[in-house]
């Protein structure tokens, strides 16, 4: 590739995956950055953002799984610093949107470790109690206003599969495209955190966005291995190979020459839909 066309791509802060991508994301586009529980969908997506403040641009976290302070603390021991990231927080236990007086309310009612001990579809329940006011469409109104006060280059949502699952919308996906559609509109990039992909239902982010890369987290034996795969990428040729990958101090690191063993290979390809 030549140096003038990588230029125009956006770097994900990871070395190996930017290979992986021929260069980085094409900017100004929404991605899906999908995932299984503990996969490192969180520390990929705040050194996309940590990469676009180094290189001088504004980044925005808009953060629904976990509580700021809980992201800048998990992060902290890696060296970085999240000071510059603009964090929305719009966790089920923030306060009112800060900023703003005439924003929608996000009512704090419950404690996040009760809410954490809860089992999926009870916890489900108990956050949408903790934050009546949060739908697609109040997160669309604050990240409007939010944008016509400051120029983003870099936006992460972590993640969209919780706001779904929170969102008091009639119709979510009335609400999901139009939101989509808002930020691609918007000309920043996206990165959508989602869990792994139902392959039966046809969510809108995954035909709107650009792109899809996928973190895995495989038990093999008596470990875990973990890898990642470029599921799609409109525009630009990308690795199709699925690439080992660590979560250490340094961050996520993707090792793009290497190939991942073969258990966790075999592992991946008894998955439905993927390595399709
Ligand atoms: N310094 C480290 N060394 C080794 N592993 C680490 C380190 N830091 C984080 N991890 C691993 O990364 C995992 C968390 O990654 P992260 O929170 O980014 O994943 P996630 O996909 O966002 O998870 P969640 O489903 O909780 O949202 C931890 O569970 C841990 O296994
Ligand atoms: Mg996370």
Redesign the pocket.
């Known amino acids: 590739m030549s140096a003038e066309k990588k230029e125009l791509k956006a770097s994900t802060g990871v070395q190996g995956l930017d290979k992986m991508l021929k260069g980085g994301l094409i900017p100004g586009r929404p991605y899906v950055l999908s995932?299984?529980?503990?996969?490192?969908?969180?520390?990929?997506?705040?050194q996309f953002l940590q990469q676009g403040v180094r290189q001088g641009e504004r980044a925005l976290l808009v953060a629904i799984?976990?509580p700021p302070a809980e992201i800048r603390e998990?992060v902290r021991?890696?060296g970085w610093d999240v000071g510059k990231i603009r964090i929305l927080d719009v966790h089920p236990t923030a306060k009112a949107y800060s900023r703003r007086v005439a924003m929608v309310e996000i009512a704090a009612q419950r404690a996040v470790g009760s809410l954490r001990e809860a089992k999926d579809d009870a916890k489900t329940e108990a956050l949408k109690q903790a934050s009546p006011d949060l739908s697609v469409q109040s997160l669309q109104l604050m990240l409007k206003q939010e944008f016509q006060e400051t120029r983003y280059s870099r936006v992460v949502i972590?993640?969209l599969t919780t706001l779904k699952r929170l969102s008091g919308d009639a119709d979510i996906s009335m609400g999901m495209m139009s939101l989509l559609r808002f930020l691609s509109e918007s000309n920043m990039t996206c990165l959508l955190?989602t869990?792994v992909p139902d392959i039966t239902s046809v969510e809108p982010e995954i035909f709107i966005s650009r792109g899809e890369i996928r973190?895995h987290?495989l038990m093999t034996g008596t470990k875990?291995e973990r890898c990642v795969t470029i599921e799609k990428m409109r525009g630009s040729s990308h690795d199709t190979v699925p690439r080992p990958m660590?979560?250490?101090?340094e961050?996520?690191q993707v090792k793009a020459g290497k190939k991942v063993p073969k258990a966790a290979l075999t592992m991946l390809q008894g998955i439905p839909g993927s390595l399709r």
């Open positions: 995932g299984s529980v503990g996969s490192g969908r969180t520390t990929l997506a705040v799984d976990e998990n021991y890696l972590d993640s955190v869990d973190l987290r875990i660590t979560i250490a101090k961050g996520v």
